[in-house]
T-cell receptor, first 111, second 114 residues
Framework: DQQVKQNSPSLSVQEGRISILNCDYT??????FLWYKKYPAEGPTFLIS?????DKNEDGRFTVFLNKSAKHLSLHIVPSQPGDSAVYFC??????????FGAGTRLTVKP | KAGVTQTPRYLIKTRGQQVTLSCSPI?????VSWYQQTPGQGLQFLFE???????NKGNFPGRFSGRQFSNSRSEMNVSTLELGDSALYLC?????????????FGQGTRLTVV
C-alpha cells in the first residue's frame, strides 16, 4: 500500500539549473510533509518540511511547495550543485511520529 | 553530541535463523522508529517505540518485533529469516512523539540473508 509515491526514480540536471523533485500522496489524512536526503552508506538526513496549513516553505536554496487539492508536493533546488547529488525521499505524517516514505528519486547534478 | 548508533553495521544470516539489531538513540531522545529500505520500495515503516511502549506498527508480519528499554535504546528482532528480509534497516530517533518532530537517522544495519 504505497501511500506516498515518487514516480521518477532518477533525475539529472546541469549545475546551476533548477532541480524539481515531485511527490504524490493518496491519504488525505497526511498533514505534515518532509524531505530527506540520503548519501550512500549514510542514513537519511532531514532537509525541509511543510505543514498542510501552508503551501510553500523556503530554506535557502530549497523550497517545498504543497498542493493539497492535487495531493502533490515538490522540492525545488535552485541553483543545483554537484554536492546535491543524492537520493531524495519524500515523507508524510498524520499520526504522531511514524513517517510514510516514497521510493526515492536519485538526483545527479552534472558539473 | 553523539548521533544515532546502530549495531552491527553489516550482518549475514542464513534462512530460518533469527537476528537482533540494536539502536542507541541520541541522548535525551525518547522516540525510536524502525524502517526497512529495499531497492524500489523506499523506506517502509516497521514500528515506533516511545517510553518503552510500541505506539505505532507498520504492515509487517509478526516475525518482525521490537522493544525499547528504559534508557530508550531499542532492539529489533526478526525470526525465521527469509531471503526477502535482506535490506538496510534504519533506526530514527526523535526528542518527542509529535508530527513535527525532526527524526534523526542512524547509518543502518545492512542485513543479507543467504
Amino acid at each position: 500500500d504505497q501511500q506516498v509515491k515518487q514516480n521518477s526514480p532518477s533525475l539529472s540536471v546541469q549545475e546551476g539549473r533548477i532541480s524539481i523533485l515531485n511527490c504524490d500522496y493518496t491519504n488525505s489524512m497526511f498533514d505534515y510533509f518532509l524531505w530527506y536526503k540520503k548519501y550512500p552508506a549514510e542514513g537519511p538526513t532531514f532537509l525541509i518540511s511543510i505543514s498542510s496549513i501552508k503551501d510553500k516553505n523556503e530554506d535557502g536554496r530549497f523550497t517545498v511547495f504543497l498542493n493539497k487539492s492535487a495531493k502533490h508536493l515538490s522540492l525545488h533546488i535552485v541553483p543545483s550543485q554537484p554536492g546535491d547529488s543524492a537520493v531524495y525521499f519524500c515523507a508524510a505524517r498524520y499520526n504522531n511520529n511514524d513517517m510514510r516514505f516514497g521510493a526515492g528519486t536519485r538526483l545527479t547534478v552534472k558539473p | 553530541k553523539a548521533g544515532v548508533t546502530q549495531t552491527p553495521r553489516y550482518l549475514i544470516k542464513t534462512r530460518g535463523q533469527q537476528v537482533t539489531l540494536s539502536c542507541s538513540p541520541i541522548s535525551g531522545h525518547r522516540s525510536v522508529s524502525w524502517y526497512q529500505q529495499t531497492p524500489g520500495q523506499g523506506l517502509q515503516f516497521l514500528f515506533e517505540y516511545f517510553s518503552e511502549t510500541q505506539r505505532n506498527k507498520g504492515n509487517f508480519p509478526g516475525r518482525f518485533s521490537g522493544r525499547q528499554f528504559s534508557n530508550s535504546r531499542s532492539e529489533m528482532n526478526v525470526s525465521t529469516l527469509e531471503l526477502g528480509d535482506s535490506a538496510l534497516y534504519l533506526c530514527a530517533s526523535s526528542l518527542v512523539q509529535t508530527r513535527t518532530a525532526e527524526a534523526f537517522f542512524g547509518q543502518g544495519t545492512r542485513l543479507t540473508v543467504v
